[in-house]
């Protein structure tokens, strides 16, 4: 093994970045692969074996496929969780949605109101001021009562 296989070096000097190698291997003259970082794949097929990797798990377990437990990650105990939450996700929702047309209606029953008022102390306003001009002005009350009659809300 040389220094280039070592450090991934070209003939130009340019660095192709720093491998894990096992410097024991190196010097003994191993075979060693450089780790990248970059797992392969996995493919399963009906009667082969893939050898695993130490440490880690092959799916379905270590003696193959096992039933999860009660307050495992996807045990009863789990789904009935999820059922509850859901559950009440949806009644506080229905609550909102509830409380959202009650605000609704008094907001509207409150505007109704308020241009109820308005419209009156619009009308009150002008007949008080129709009233003092006509009579200031020497006119007849039945001209300031159609004035007043054709201009109020």
Known sequence: MSYTDVFSTDPNNLSFGMPTVDPGAAVAGLNQRANTGMMSPTVTTPGITVPQIPGQTPPGGAGGATKPGFFSEF?????????????????NSFQQNRMAKESFKFQKEAYATNLQNQEQSYNTALEGRINAQYATEGRSQSEADSYVDRHSL
């Open 75 to 91: 045990g009863p105990a789990q789904f009935a969780l999820g059922a509850i939450q859901t559950l009440g996700s949806l009644w």
